[in-house]
């Protein structure tokens, strides 16, 4: 186990660019750790956008009926 100051700077710790799982114990002012399991960090995939808002934005209108409640919850959080 690696043992640091709780006050060390993150990089301090060694880790690379990926995602990391690490066991850690908390004792006084020392902070012990060790790693166990990485994995490589992969960029996410931007995602094109499927037009759904420029189709259906402000398309949507007002109901009431009285006595439902989450049909008022609804009104009320997403139509102005």
């Known amino acids: ?3 640091l100051t709780k006050s060390a700077p993150i990089e ?3 880790l690379g660019p990926g995602v990391h799982l690490l066991k850690v114990v908390v004792a006084g002012d020392t902070v012990a750790f060790e790693v166990a399991a990485s994995a490589d960090w992969t960029t996410p995939v931007p995602r094109q956008g499927t037009g759904f ?3 259906w934005s402000g398309s949507a209108r007002r109901m009431d009926i009285p006595g439902d409640d989450w049909l008022a919850h609804l009104n ?3 139509l102005r």
């Open 12 to 14: 301090s710790l060694g």
């Open 53 to 55: 808002v420029k189709t």
């Open 76 to 78: 009320a959080k997403h």
């Open 1 to 3: 186990m690696t043992v």
